[in-house]
């Protein structure tokens, strides 16, 4: 088959072409020079753009704006409790660094628009690029969409907006994790490592070192034993369970001769000659059979259920206290799998402490989880099933509600319907972990909206770029790209360095919340996940969730911002 019939083909068929180009992203995206790969969503724009120039498909605007939707409800659904968590007095530290770094970011942008008077597309490109926010090229396309200007120009200023975001999205991701794992570290005299193990063994700490109910984070094991030791004769549960916290094991079962008692509670008295179920880590178990007497084979005892749980924290009382905390009142037969907030997977030691909206993965009885349920707020239920008209409902009230606008220097001015979608996904999903009645979108759902909405909007934008992106190339030149490149670098760099001087004299955050606190603020999770791998610990995901969150929506808020600035110093 000849280009001219394969071109032919793709304009009959241009999903095609959409397709082809998330495919040939992804490859362009693995593509690794000295351990630096493009990422996924810029080799996906690269591939768009070289398909869009070869095959010139239509992508209609609706495919483009809708996926788009979908994708900010969905970051604005997941960050919506931690946004909100933000407000709150304790957490106003981390919100002022998110506030600073993005806004810093924001005026070292219009900056070099001044400078280099880029139009409203280059600079678009780099605000999202350079801070590693695609949504925000979104928003600024929305805001291009709605100028007063001729269709080339318009045309050529959704062009330019893509090209200066591949331009400097390369720098505005590697330059970041460059400066948050070595140039700050050196700055501030620190070891990365020492302060993750620091931070753990103060997350660790015990308050009462007499507790027994801690949870536990080891894989399960059930046992079941006759009771042999005349030492345990006439024991509570209670007192049982003490003897071997160290193994933390829990009783979760009895055969006393014909009856089985199932649930077994704390104050229960044990006797010999009873069969006990037990559940504990293997170690514990094993340190137990030495003393409590000898292991048998009980089928019926060992088909107790152990179920799985994902339980949201909700009330009110609970929030802000630590699992250790936490655990003293609520933890007994429970099995902690994973703490989650937002995205981010926080670790489980006794000193973390949780908010509002956290989920916790246990493992347990049926009565324990449901007790564990009660204390700390509910059970997501019918996990595989998404409320499709709380998240229609949503897209639909947040176009219309950034439909409200006001006009500065001729540019519709205000959230735009992309930033309204974001801002009612951010309601919807703190709403949820508050009142969950009604709008639950399971996290493997929400995570293929946010992948898939997405990339195919990136995608789309490539291929509508590709015509006009040599015209581009050719009007600007090296110039051009010299120019976008040294604009990057300051604009990638401008607000992490007033974050850290505010954060550290200022703030006076520890490393270990200050550091991941400016990946959050810069949006940027690789610079995350590089923290924990050169830091080896979770412990730095504390600092991420609460900065992220805010971030999240002023940097696409940033988007009709700079394309605004942008008119404004063009005249």
């Not at 009110?316 to 989650?340: I, P, V």
């Not at 996940?529 to 900065?547: C, H, M, Q, W």
């Amino acid at each position: 088959m000849t280009i001219e019939a394969l071109a032919d083909v793709v304009r009959l068929h241009p999903e095609l072409a959409l397709f082809a180009a998330i495919v040939f992203g992804h490859f362009i995206g693995k593509i690794e020079i000295r351990k630096v790969s493009l990422g996924t969503v810029v080799g996906t724009l690269i591939a768009g753009m070289i398909l869009g120039l070869l095959f010139e498909p239509e992508i209609p605007d609706l495919l483009k704006w809708a996926f788009f939707d979908l994708f900010l409800f969905a970051v604005g659904y997941s960050a919506g409790p931690q946004f909100f968590a933000s407000l709150k007095r304790e957490a106003l530290p981390q919100m002022a660094l998110a506030v600073v770094v993005s806004c810093t970011g924001l005026a070292a942008a219009i900056a070099m628009v001044a400078l280099f008077r880029f139009d409203p597309g280059l600079s678009a490109g780099l605000v999202s690029g350079s801070m590693t926010q695609s949504a925000a090229l979104g928003s600024a396309l929305s805001a291009i969409a709605a100028m007063d200007v001729d269709e080339a120009t318009r045309a050529l200023l959704t062009a330019h907006a893509p090209l200066a975001d591949a331009t400097t999205y390369i720098f505005g991701e590697v330059g970041l994790i460059l400066f948050v794992t070595v140039v700050a570290p050196r700055l501030l005299k620190i070891d990365l490592r020492q302060v993750a193990r620091e931070a753990e063994a103060e997350l660790q700490a015990r308050t009462d070192e007499d507790d027994a109910a801690l949870w536990d984070q080891a894989p399960l094991s059930l046992r079941t034993y006759r009771l042999e030791n005349a030492e345990l004769d006439q024991r509570t549960v209670h007192e049982f369970e003490r003897r071997y916290a160290a193994g933390r094991l829990t009783v979760t079962g009895i055969r006393r001769g014909d009856q089985l008692l199932r649930d077994v509670g704390a104050d229960a008295r044990l006797a010999l000659g009873d069969i006990v179920l037990v559940a504990s880590r293997r170690a514990g178990v094993v340190g137990a059979a030495l003393e409590v007497g000898t292991e048998v084979d009980d089928q019926e005892l060992l088909s107790e259920p152990m179920v799985r749980a994902s339980i949201v924290l909700t009330r009110r009382e609970m929030a802000g206290k630590t699992l250790g905390e936490l655990a003293r009142g609520a933890a007994r037969g429970l099995f902690l799998d994973s703490l989650h907030r937002g995205e981010s997977t926080l670790p489980r030691a006794m000193g973390t402490r949780v908010q509002r909206g956290d989920v916790f993965k246990l493992t347990g009885s049926r009565a324990a989880i449901a007790t564990a349920a009660r204390n700390l707020g509910f059970i997501e239920h019918d996990q595989g099933r998404t409320d499709l008209v709380y998240l229609a409902g949503g897209v639909v009230v947040g176009i219309l509600f950034g439909l409200l606008q006001v006009h500065l220097t001729g540019v519709p001015l205000g959230l735009g319907t992309s930033g309204g979608v974001l801002v009612v996904g951010l309601v919807a999903g703190w709403l949820y972990s508050r009142y969950p009645v009604v709008g639950h979108i399971p996290e493997p759902a929400l995570r293929l909206l946010s992948d898939v909405g997405l990339i195919v909007f990136i995608a789309a934008i490539g291929l509508a770029a590709g015509p006009h992106a040599v015209q581009a190339i050719h009007e600007g030149g090296i110039a051009l790209f010299a120019k976008l490149l040294g604009a990057g670098v300051v604009v990638t760099l401008a607000g992490p360095i007033a974050g850290l001087l505010l954060g550290h004299y200022v703030l006076k955050l520890p490393p270990i919340a200050l550091l991941p606190g400016i990946a959050g603020a810069q949006t940027t999770v690789a610079t995350l996940n590089a923290l924990k791998e050169r830091g080896g610990s979770d412990a730095y995901a504390i600092g991420f969730t609460v900065p992220f969150a805010v971030s999240n929506v002023l940097i696409t808020l940033w988007g009709p911002v700079i394309v605004a600035c942008a008119v404004a110093l063009s005249r």
